[in-house]
């Protein structure tokens, strides 16, 4: 209990400290190299660094789904796969006996699981990535400047002395 308390104590020590950081001028240039390290080391502490709390629970739970299928999967596998090497040894007491009749099915249900322990391997190494890439690319785009100098508006105009419309797209440039 004492060990649970003690990591509780650090993680919030460690992620206040993230949050407090300076104002974006005084932030060095390594900030999203940082980001993405702390993603790396530990899924979402990249989001943490970057003040975009939102994101953690997506990222845990992205990852999450896909450790909860690779599990599944893989004991479904050894399941299927345990009870056709006892009935090729002659046993007739797994836990298919009263439903799987054919040994083929045995082995059809094994490459259906094993496809997809595979594929949720790599879903979870997948959102491991992105979720590196997403603080990377986040605290990229922290510094980019978005303000009303530049936009792209649609607009409608109607002409009353032909009864025409025309749509077009207006773009605003200010220097």
Same mark, same amino acid.
């Given at each position: 209990?004492?060990?649970?308390?003690?990591?509780?104590?650090?993680?919030?020590?460690?992620?206040?400290?993230?949050?407090?950081?300076?104002? @974006?001028?005084?932030?060095?240039?390594?900030?999203?190299? /940082? !980001?993405? =390290?702390?993603?790396?080391?530990?899924? #979402? &502490?990249?989001?943490?660094?970057?003040?975009?709390?939102?994101?953690?629970?997506?990222?845990?739970?992205?990852?999450?789904?896909?450790?909860?299928?690779?599990?599944?999967?893989?004991?479904?596998? @050894?399941?299927?796969?345990?009870?056709?090497?006892?009935? /090729? !040894?002659? =046993?007739?007491?797994?836990?298919?006996? #009263? &439903?799987?009749?054919?040994?083929?099915?045995?082995?059809?249900?094994?490459?259906?699981?094993?496809?997809?322990?595979?594929?949720?391997?790599?879903?979870?190494?997948?959102?491991?990535?992105?979720?590196?890439?997403?603080?990377?690319?986040?605290?990229?785009?922290?510094?980019?400047?978005?303000?009303?100098?530049?936009?792209?508006?649609?607009?409608?105009?109607?002409?009353?002395?032909?009864?025409?419309?025309?749509?077009?797209?207006?773009?605003?440039?200010?220097?």
């Amino acid at each position: 209990m004492n060990k649970r308390l003690l990591t509780f104590f650090f993680l919030a020590f460690f992620i206040k400290g993230f949050t407090q950081s300076g104002s @974006f001028d005084n932030e060095s240039i390594l900030r999203p190299s /940082k !980001a993405a =390290f702390y993603s790396a080391v530990l899924p #979402g &502490l990249g989001q943490v660094y970057n003040k975009k709390l939102w994101k953690v629970p997506i990222v845990y739970t992205a990852i999450g789904i896909s450790v909860y299928s690779y599990d599944f999967n893989r004991k479904k596998y @050894f399941s299927y796969r345990n009870a056709y090497k006892r009935r /090729k !040894a002659g =046993f007739k007491d797994d836990e298919f006996q #009263g &439903l799987i009749i054919n040994d083929d099915r045995l082995l059809d249900g094994q490459d259906f699981h094993r496809r997809f322990k595979d594929l949720s391997m790599i879903f979870m190494v997948g959102f491991y990535f992105l979720n590196i890439l997403d603080a990377n690319i986040d605290a990229h785009l922290l510094d980019y400047n978005v303000n009303e100098n530049l936009s792209l508006n649609p607009y409608f105009e109607n002409d009353n002395l032909t009864n025409s419309t025309s749509i077009g797209v207006k773009l605003k440039l200010v220097l």
